[in-house]
């Protein structure tokens, strides 16, 4: 199967922190890989790197789609293809939920006013807030905000979506609607890349889970492999820690 | 003499008010200027500041740091009697411009850099995932975020800007407070202070209402 994205070498320091120590994973399409691991593990500098909002050192090489992500004209095609929920939500504040989705269409794809409205509706229909179309971000609660934000990644058609801790910042009680909006967005064959410390969710949605530390891959298997029969002790040190609780 | 008569005399106030008048009009007219050359070099050194290269930067920082600092009354006659030694002899109304737009660029910059700088990188960022070249961007997303937060402060520092204007009496600049002292000697009466005054009450009151307004309407609808 192709790799829609093909991550060789990375590398990456901050200062004399080293973030990325060598880290190869292709991702197949439609493929669902979670990324879990202790915080500054670098799995959100890992996923950052794949639509270069952080750069990476040299060697190393991303691949998006058969395409390198590197600065330069190509950049923007590429970021087009990527699509990125953020722990944060990042939604546009002086906009309506109607006019963040559409923002991007309209500007990077040149879409009509009259298709990128109609997509608008259809995703907000999708994520099950149509009727927030009009609010501001600020009128929205976390977890609506969160699924607002995915249908503005989804407006643009990626061909992959990146998640970098989408339900971290959440009150607990409504981690779930957006981890539901997730599982919906798996099953419909959606190349993802997930971030998150949600075990349950990689358990039961990931194709492939890998565990990261210090910058290294550990391991990675299937999330049977991974959480019930984990072969390095680094793993299962940090799944006991984060499941007993 | 009454207390009318002495503060609100209407045959003074008739006699004075064309002179009044056509100070009123510099005053408006030197403010205007100020505001205009001070907004122009404000935003050319902000963008000097967080975009230039390293050496400008600070150059920037410390124009904006040393006119700050300085007294604009004290720059003022620096510039109107210091400079003429080196030759360079400017009229009142142009010695008052330059000083109050040194100072205003000043902090019309540290405003516009406060404002950018407020812009959350995370709307940077979701901007730049979403395939927005940096035009669209800046129009679309950054700008209209950055003038709600720099519009309130700017007007403020409109307002100081007018305010400053009177100082131009001191270089014998034919300005609404100098007018109205003139008045004054000459009729040997303080109504002429006293409709001055309240003419600087009158066209700054408003804007401080809309300062008030505008910080209000751009609170709702942010965060």
Redesign the interface.
């Known amino acids: 199967m192709a790799a829609i994205v093909s991550i060789k070498n990375l590398h990456k320091k901050f200062g004399t922190f080293t973030a990325l120590a060598g880290i190869s994973l292709d991702v197949a399409e439609g493929e669902v890989v979670c990324i879990i691991g202790p915080s500054g593990s670098g799995k959100s500098t890992l996923i950052r790197c794949i639509n270069l909002l952080e750069t990476y050192d040299y060697p190393g090489q991303v691949i998006v789609d058969g395409i390198i992500v590197e600065r330069g004209r190509g950049l923007a095609a590429v970021r087009a293809e990527v699509g990125m929920v953020f722990q944060s939500f990042n939604l546009f504040p002086h906009m309506t939920v109607r006019k963040n989705i559409m923002l991007a269409p309209m500007r990077v794809r040149g879409e009509s006013v009259a298709t990128a409205d109609a997509m608008a509706t259809d995703l907000l229909q999708k994520v099950g807030i149509e009727e927030q179309a009009d609010k501001y971000p600020a009128q929205l609660s976390g977890g609506q905000q969160q699924r607002v934000a995915i249908a503005r990644a989804l407006a643009m058609k990626p061909r992959v979506m990146l998640f970098d801790e989408p339900t971290s910042s959440l009150d607990p009680e409504v981690v779930g609607e957006v981890l539901e909006v997730m599982r919906d967005l798996a099953k419909s064959g959606v190349t993802m890349i997930v971030v998150t410390h949600e075990m349950g969710f990689a358990r039961q949605v990931a194709d492939r889970v890998i565990f990261m530390d210090e910058g290294q891959v550990i391991e990675s298997g299937s999330p049977a492999e991974i959480f019930d029969h984990a072969k390095e002790q680094r793993t299962r040190d940090f799944l006991s820690a984060v499941l007993e609780h | 003499m009454s207390f009318v008569e002495t503060f609100f005399n209407w045959d003074v106030f008739v006699s004075s008010f064309p002179l009044l008048l056509s100070g009123l009009r510099i005053t408006l007219l030197l403010g205007v200027v100020s505001i205009i050359a001070g907004l122009v070099s404000g935003l050319f050194i902000a963008l000097i500041r967080i975009y230039g290269a390293r050496p400008l930067g600070i150059v920037a920082k410390v124009y904006t740091d040393i006119f700050r600092s300085i007294p604009i009354l004290v720059l003022l006659i620096v510039v109107y009697y210091a400079l003429p030694f080196v030759g360079l002899r400017l009229s009142p109304f142009m010695s008052a411009a330059v000083a109050l737009t040194l100072v205003s660029g000043a902090y019309t910059a540290e405003i516009f850099r406060a404002g950018i700088e407020a812009i ?1 990188s ?2 940077f ?2 901007s ?6 940096y035009r ?1 961007m800046m129009v ?2 950054i700008l ?2 950055a003038v ?1 937060i720099v519009i309130p402060p700017l007007t403020n520092n409109c307002i100081n800007v007018i305010k400053d204007t009177a100082l131009a009496s001191v270089v014998a600049m034919p300005d609404l407070l100098k007018q109205a002292t003139q008045a004054q000697a000459l009729e040997a009466n303080p109504t002429p202070l006293i409709v001055a005054a309240l003419m600087y009450v009158a066209i700054l009151w408003p804007l401080v209402i809309l300062v008030g307004r505008l910080e209000k309407s751009f609170r709702r ?3």
């Open positions: 959350p995370g709307q960022e979701a730049q995932a979403l395939g927005l070249g669209h679309d997303v209209p975020q709600r609808g942010d965060r």
